[in-house]
């Protein structure tokens, strides 16, 4: 049974939500205010909240924030009246789901609630209480799995782009999902019924993709012997996926550029105007930024598709993902090749944890069913692995600045986890890297001035968060046990900061 939670400080309007809901078999709870409402769902799990904007002690879109940083799965619905629109759309910026005026009528309360349910079944956060993910025909055994906080926020992410049909650019290394991704918002969004048309931009010859994207008239060229239409319009009503788009080329780009303006584009051989109605997901493990500065990628055409930007982070930056998806993969190919094996002994299991996964996702997949190919025994043991996992030289080294991946964008980063004041106080501030040498020479120290700025950097994100390390650790891109070990050698105590 779902558990929802009914915040209102209109004790009338409280009690008739929480029995239209009960009508509906949910277990519903109640709370009279933010302050109550966010102490109650840090105290027990709730799968949705139902809140008003207006309340006494702390309003409904504080306490939302507060809720969300606790629980970013939490699904909250809104409810305002007419008079407050402008707050309850703050609140879905915020991470609400949706929002209702009053008066509310339960039938379409209990029709957005089952649909937010839905919604987010089809995005579960665990491997095994999630039901399979709603990824289309083809590929229905497949299921979305990570337990990470940057997973979690990837999730969060998604059933909020499902809703909108804004273009979307997906982002990250070889393997991280980033299709996974494209389908579940494809298929979790009114669009679900329609089309999911796929091209990879980058598997295709150059001279062939605009008749691919858009079609030909027969004749338009040599070899083109009947008309035929296009990925754009093959996908019309529904998503088309551009995957690799980082790699078309500079005339495709103006090409593509003025169909993703206009919603219009022409035929190869043609005058003729098609116009569809097609939502747009890119992807690309490309750094654009780069490319931008050197002319290869336009900048108004990634502006354009980066409207609501996806980041996939690289599985060695969220080593929490990486049991789970063991334990995932693990069922997946007992079932696929009938066997029963238990798991990984604990020291294989270590070092998976340790390699650093340049193929992330899909080679854990691989290396996983080689394990299965190779192990006689019940338990997946060190020498089932392959060679590379095991050879030290592909660990993760901590605090190696090169197992960054080459996109990450620092001022995003930046900006988005401090606001414009401390952005500006960040800037205001400088670091003394340089020290007297002898004879009144500069001396540089590379070392040394990278320990100051972590010192200093860790200081600043601890302030900014009043010292609690688990929203500095999310906030400022830090693993927990990176930062918990950056306090300890640098003597840092997060108290003062409280
Ligand atoms: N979070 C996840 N949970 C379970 N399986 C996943 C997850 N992310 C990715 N996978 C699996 O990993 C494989 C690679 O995913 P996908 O093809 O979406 O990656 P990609 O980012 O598009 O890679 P590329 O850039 O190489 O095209 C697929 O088999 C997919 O099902
Ligand atoms: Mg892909």
Known sequence: MHKVLVVDDDKVL???VKDALEYHSFNVDVADNGKEAVNTVYREKYDLVVMDVNMPEMNGLEALVEMKK???TLIVIILTAYSNVSDAVKAVKEGAYNYLEKPISSENLVALIKRALKARSLVETTAFSAPTLSLGGESSDDQFVGQSNEMKKVFNIISKLAQVSTPVLIRGESGTGKELVAK???YNGPRKD???VTINCGAIPDNLIESELFGHEKGAFTGADSRKIGKFQYADGGTLFLDEIGDISQQMQVKLLRALQEQTFSPVGSNREVKVDVRIIAASHKPFEEMIKKGTFREDLFYRLNVLPVYLPPLRERVLDIPILMDYYVQYFNNVHNLNIRGFSPDAT???KKYRWPGNIRE???VIEHCFIMESGDEVSLSSLPRQVLDPKHQVKEDSEDERSDFIDIQGIKNSILDESSTKALDDYTFQFASKGEG???????QNAKEQFEKEFIIQALKLH???INQTALNANIPKKTLLRKIEKYEISPKEYY
């Not at 009144?440 to 590379?446: G, Q, R």
């Open 14 to 16: 409280q009690q008739s």
């Open 70 to 72: 606790h629980d970013p």
């Open 184 to 186: 579940a918002i494809h």
């Open 194 to 196: 329609e089309k999911f």
């Open 350 to 352: 270590e070092v998976m």
């Open 364 to 366: 854990l997949r691989n």
């Open 440 to 446: 009144n020479t500069v001396k540089l120290d590379f």
């Open 466 to 468: 009043k010292g609690r």
